[in-house]
């Protein structure tokens, strides 16, 4: 391996770029190739970078003995394939979420990481956000106190995607933070979305999870709102909390408001009192998450460690994607995990 890694992007469409741009910026690492069936999105990679080849040939980067990881930001149906090819060939992949199809090409790709000993990590980027590190040592340092729901919403106007449903698009960003702040997958789930656009590709969905000890949550994911909203409130026993990404000044908000429950020996019932307290907001780094990811990608493949997103945080996810399409088509049956 050479002193600085050499790291292959495979798609330059809507986020490669955004990969070039961070990996050419890490330390201890350089794009030196590109890859996009497309060659004329090679002109506006070219034009801000020097000594950087390009190719049409996804085998021709995967093979190439110069590289040493590969990033994927290509459709969906193709990330399974293209990850597999890379790690057969000894290299270290990141790959856009979510990670594969189906929950068998997800665990393929696991455990083929596993067996070579090399890196597979997901593009849960929002799991290197500042603001989401925030929200997770408050919930662990109890902060909330017992959590009994989450509301989800990620909603906007657009991007129309022609493989994968809206769930699939939006909902893996949402599910990752979830994940990560909790640490373990619900007991079931039920799904509902309608389709007004590309047919059999829902562009609107409702999706609840349930974690047990009655902690549930909700998602809303939507491709056709008038407006953009990015937001998630975490209600729990102490405090509350919304995060709201789309707020540059307060992304943070944590309220001392909630209830309080008392038993009335003598009714024999449960008493409801409402608290009203202070409201604060803490302070948020403002470091690109994309970089974080790409220095931990970069770290894990030197210390030979896993990345926060590992490939397990990947599966995670499917897992529960792949349950939420079974469910849709079932009109929201209820499904097991």
Known sequence: MSEDLQIGVIGLGYWGPNLVRNFRNAEGATVSMCCDADSRRFRGIAAHYDNMKFTTSADELIESPEIDAVAIATPVHTHHELAKRALMAGKSVLVEKPLAMRVEDAEELVGLADQKGLVLQVDHVFMYTPAVKQVKEIVDAGKLG????????????????????????????????????????????????????????????????????????????????????????????????????????????????????????????????????????????????????????????????????????????????????????????????
Not at 169 to 192: C, E, K, N, Q, Y
């Open 146 to 337: 017992k959590l009994f729901f989450i509301d989800s919403v990620r909603i906007n106007l657009g991007l129309f995607q022609h493989d994968v449903n809206v769930i699939w698009d939006l909902a893996p960003h949402d599910l990752s933070i979830v994940d990560f702040l909790l640490g373990r997958m619900p007991r079931s789930l039920s799904a509902f979305g309608g389709v007004h656009a590309n047919k059999g590709i829902e562009d609107v969905a409702y999706l609840n999870l349930d974690f047990g000890d009655g902690l549930i949550a909700n998602f809303h994911v939507n491709w056709l709102s008038p407006v953009k909203v990015r937001s998630m409130i975490i209600g729990g026993s102490e405090q509350s909390l919304i995060y709201n990404d789309l707020d540059m000044s307060e992304r943070i908000k944590v309220y001392n408001r909630g209830i309080n429950i008392v038993t009335d020996e003598q009714k024999r019932r449960f008493l409801v009192s409402y608290r009203t307290g202070d409201i604060w907001s803490p302070n948020v780094g403002h470091d690109e998450p994309l970089s974080i990811m790409a220095a931990d990608f970069i770290g894990s493949i030197r210390h030979k460690k896993r990345p926060l997103a590992d490939g397990q945080s990947g599966l995670r996810v499917v897992r529960i994607l792949e349950a939420a399409q079974r469910s849709i088509k079932a009109q929201g049956g209820r499904v097991m995990l």
